[in-house]
């Protein structure tokens, strides 16, 4: 379960957090909504501790571990695995090498053994299968000339891999078709978990009929201003932000 | 030229005309070698040591950078086991399966060189110190001639104080399957200059693997000279490579003098991670239409290790395509240097030509700097250049990490991938290994000594 409580975080020296409280039980998706420069991928980036993302006041608990103690890789291990927006691309780096160095740097911290080769080859081979990646797509240096949907499938394959037990989604429907969309959302939907905390960040309730989420929460100026069921997407979506965040609400 | 003679000689170069006298009678070769040896101290004389104010030697200022001019190292030969090869060269490159030819502190060392019996009769091999005492007609014809550079101040020294090296000769249509390796060790605990020269004639349609290992057993302040030249007839096809593991405190001057003829084929690689100065002049000539270059090359640096490599690739003759693509990796205080000159002349239309090199800097201390000229004379032509110099990428090392990879790792990962870009241009499949697996140890921290 994920604890938010009163996150401050600043950007360059400018408060983009101004006090972000959240709570998701294991077993739950929580939607982000909220118009640009609102703080969804600011909140993403602080959760997963980029560099330049500086937490001024509160904490975040990831199942009793405060992630904001955490070096980067250290919070992946500890279960927070943030599939991006704009997945980069590793040339010079195939991806399998990726995946298995990925997958046994978490499995070396969470004190288990590494996978052996054959071992290894049959888990990510049966996920890619389930998600559509192509074996040859394996072979090739990660990201590298792939395709937008591509790119996003391969983020949701790393998720199912490395068995998160927080997973962030920025913005995982942008750039895709419908297509892509139903197999991306399939992936996630079979991730679900009880014991995993989900959280969807995304501008649009496109993706959220797929992603079907516990809880909607509406951010804006660095704040949640407004929260409700799954039907709250809906109702933003055709009345749009500004009745739920106030103009006055900072 | 007069600016130059006028310019009080150093006490390193009055140390270098002083040896040259006071050697010269121990030195092997007959009269027309001795001529030789006469034209090129000679030469060296008016040209003195390089300096930054001349060009081609802007960033690597060996008038600075050589303090004294080492003793020449002598003829007699220090003993190295097998064992030794094996430790100085690792056992990867020590188990090539190749031919060995082992120079021990720049002399012939005939107890470890073997040619291995399946191809005796496709590689002929005699020392030079042999071959300069009763030196062939042909090789008199031919013998520092091939892409001639007079006005080299290092090829002339190395001229003038050769003291023993390989004259190779694979021959017509020879395929050799086994590497030709060429080993050059420094074993002595005391710094000693060494003057290595290497003939190499490749004749019609053979087709060879050729590796030159500079490696060390001791690691003083040792200043090795080596100059290899190689012929390529028509139809060849050469993989000529160099791997350069001097001792942390040697200074290594070596120059690749190099004559590509008709349908050739010409595969340069080099592997710098030793010396604390190295400068690797790499000289090429199309002499033959239709014929290719590509050569590439790796740097790994670190302290305060200073590694230049300069390229003059002449294309003289129709129809000729070389490739050029250098990774360099720098961290500490170490600097490296590329400077990239093509040259097309007015005949050689047709020419495709293109030429990268890559820094990557792993500290804010870290210097690359890269001088491409490209002096093109024809008109229908392609020649490209590019050079980039930069740090790790922030964004990737962030998206890796936050795949759970420690700092050590993503880094590791991210200039493997740089530098494999080159290694990949390797065809000896045992050989690019070798060297990855050098560069992952390099990474490491576990060599450079």
Partial sequence: ?250 | MTAVTNIQKTDVELGLAQQFDDTRANLPGNDWVDTLRENAIRSFAKLGLPHRRVEAWKYTDLRSMLKEAKTPADSDLNSVSDADLYQALGADLHGLGAHHIVFVDGIYDEENSFIIGDEAGLVHMTSLAETLDNPPEWFMQNFNKVNPREDDHVVALNTAFMRDGAVIEIVKNAKLKRPVHLISVSSSASGQAITERHFIHVEEGATATILESYVHLCAPDTQRNSVTELSLEKSARVNHVKFQLEGVKAAHLSNWMVSIRESANYRGFQFTIGAKVSRNTINVNFDGSHSEADISGVALLRDEQHADTTMDIVHGVPHTLSRELFKTVVDDRGRAIFQGKLTVKPDAQKTDANQMAHGMLLSDTAEFDAKPELEIHADDVVCGHGATSGELDEDMMFYMRQRGMSMDTVQTLLILAFVGESFDLIEDKEIRAAFIAMAQAWLGGKTGE
Avoid: W
């Avoid at chain 1, 937008?148 to 949701?156: L, S, V």
């Fill in chain 1, 1 to 250: 379960m994920l604890k938010i409580e009163n996150l401050h975080a600043t950007v360059g020296g400018s408060e983009i957090l101004r006090g972000i409280s959240l709570e998701i039980p294991n077993g739950e998706v929580h939607a982000i909504m909220g118009p640009n420069g609102s703080g969804k991928s600011t909140l993403s980036y602080v959760l997963s501790g980029r560099d330049g993302y500086e937490v001024t006041q509160g904490t975040a608990m990831l199942n009793g571990t405060n992630l904001l103690d955490l070096e980067v890789d250290e919070r992946a291990a500890a279960g927070v695995f943030l599939a991006f927006q704009y997945p980069h691309e590793i040339p010079g780096v195939a991806t399998f090498i990726f995946l298995r160095h990925a997958l046994n740097s978490v499995r070396e911290a969470r004190g288990q053994e590494e996978l052996t080769t054959p071992d290894f080859m049959r888990l990510v081979k049966g996920k890619a299968a389930e998600l559509g990646v192509k074996d040859e797509m394996l072979k090739r240096p990660l990201n590298v000339g792939f395709s937008g949907g591509e790119k996003k499938r391969m983020e949701i394959l790393q998720m199912a891999i490395m068995e998160p037990s927080l997973c962030i989604l920025d913005e995982t429907d942008s750039g895709l078709d419908i297509d892509a969309l139903k197999t991306v959302s399939e992936g996630v939907n079979a991730l679900r978990s009880p014991d995993r905390s989900m959280l969807v960040i995304t501008h649009y309730q496109r993706l959220l009929d797929y992603i079907v989420p516990d809880k909607v929460h509406v951010l804006s100026r660095g704040q949640i201003r407004h929260s409700g069921g799954k039907e709250l997407a809906l109702e933003l979506e055709k009345s749009g932000y500004a009745e739920f965040v106030g103009e006055d609400a900072a």
